[in-house]
Antibody, heavy 120, light 107 residues
């Protein structure tokens, strides 16, 4: 059974830093791209960052480029999102999602989400 | 960057109605479009991929069509479990973009 379990969400002050993690199991992690998707309270879904299967290519939405870094550890089946210079508008539930694996679909599995609140 | 525009933003319908949601891409994305259903407090669920392919386990009353820049999600006969918010999503490039969502409400 595919499982994605996020952790690390908490209350953080503006300008602060945070690391989110996603533990993956139940599939061959090394053959899938992975992404982080967020949802601000009462708002729609926003793709934040993606990383390809071997970690050599990373992409970001413009609003987080230069502040957030996505990374993965294929030996540990884990995905991270390092978040710096956090702003109030980064407040959201952050989801880890399985992305492209060569089967013509993406985002077929999601974690339960972890809440990040940026506030003083 | 590709922009995805859904219409309508909100839709009021009754059980048994045929429901259609539209999604427009700002440039051609071929058939690299997915549809998701999301209920409050839950993660999104993949319904349709590559514009018209039904994800395993999804009821056949859901269907998708379109290519290029114009896409449609159709629910042939709305069921009580279908009241939710629906999102289209482009995956034609390394960046992924979601539409703003369509909330399907009970009429």
């Amino acid at each position: 059974e595919v499982q994605l379990v996020e952790s690390g969400g908490t209350l953080v002050q503006p300008g602060g830093s945070l690391r989110l993690s996603c533990a993956a199991s139940g599939f061959t992690f090394t053959t899938y791209s992975m992404s982080w998707v967020r949802q601000a309270p009462g708002r729609g879904l926003e793709w934040v960052a993606g990383i390809n299967a071997d970690g050599s290519k990373k992409s970001y939405v413009d609003s987080v480029r230069g502040r957030f870094t996505i990374s993965r550890d294929n030996a540990k089946n884990s995905l991270d999102l390092h978040m710096n210079s956090l702003r109030a508008e980064d407040t959201a539930v952050y989801y880890c999602a399985r992305d492209w694996g060569g089967y013509e679909r993406n985002f077929d599995y999601w974690g339960q989400g972890t809440l990040v609140t940026v506030s003083s | 960057d590709i922009q995805m525009t859904q219409s309508p933003s909100t839709l009021s319908a009754s059980v048994g109605d045929r429901v259609t949601i539209s999604c427009r891409a700002s440039q051609s994305i071929s058939s690299w479009l997915a549809w998701f259903q999301q209920k409050p407090g839950k993660a999104p669920k993949l319904l349709i991929y590559k514009a018209s392919s039904l994800e395993s386990g999804v009821p056949s009353r859901f269907s998708g069509s379109g290519s290029g820049t114009e896409f449609t999600l159709t629910i042939s006969s709305l069921q009580p479990d279908d009241f939710a918010t629906y999102y289209c999503q482009d995956y034609s490039s390394y960046s992924r973009t979601f539409g703003q969502g369509t909330k399907v409400e009970i009429k």
